[in-house]
C-alpha cells in the first residue's frame, strides 16, 4: 500500500512562501496521479492542485491559480507544492492524496490514499 506523509508546513506572514512534500513508500510512485487539497477551520475538504501521472499535466483550483505550482519528482518518490504569496485565506490542514489510475479528479472522495496533513498558517 502507498505510505503518504506531508511536510513542510508552518506559521507565516502574508506574501511568505512554503514548499510542501509529500514522500511516498511502499508502492510505484509512476503508477498515481496525485492531489493536495486542504481543510480550514469550519469548512469542507477542499481541492487545491492535482498532477498526472504519465502527462504531467497539472490542475489548480481558481483560489491558488498563478500562485501554486505542483510538481512531481520520481527519482526522490515525493510530491511538491510550491506556495507563493501566501494569504490568509490559504490557511488549513494540507493533505497530499493518491489515486492509481491516469484520470485526474478534483472530488476527495476519488482519492483512496491520503496523508495525514502538515498545518498551514498565514497570518496578516
Known amino acids: 500500500q502507498l505510505q503518504l506523509v506531508e511536510s513542510g508546513g508552518g506559521s507565516v506572514q502574508v506574501g511568505d512562501s512554503l514548499r510542501l512534500s509529500c514522500t511516498t513508500s511502499g508502492g510505484t510512485f509512476n503508477a498515481y496521479t496525485f492531489g493536495w487539497f486542504r481543510r480550514a477551520p469550519g469548512k469542507a475538504r477542499e481541492f487545491v492542485s492535482a498532477i498526472g501521472m504519465t502527462n504531467y499535466n497539472t490542475y489548480y483550483s481558481d483560489s491558488v491559480r498563478g500562485r501554486f505550482d505542483i510538481s512531481r519528482d520520481s527519482a526522490k518518490n515525493t510530491v511538491y507544492l510550491q506556495m507563493n504569496d501566501l494569504q490568509v485565506e490559504d490557511t488549513a490542514v494540507y493533505y497530499c492524496?493518491?489515486?492509481?489510475?491516469?484520470?485526474?479528479?478534483?472530488?476527495?472522495?476519488?482519492?483512496?490514499?491520503w496523508g495525514q496533513g502538515t498545518q498551514v498558517t498565514v497570518s496578516s
Open positions: 492524496a493518491a489515486r492509481s489510475t491516469t484520470v485526474v479528479q478534483t472530488r476527495p472522495q476519488a482519492y483512496p490514499r
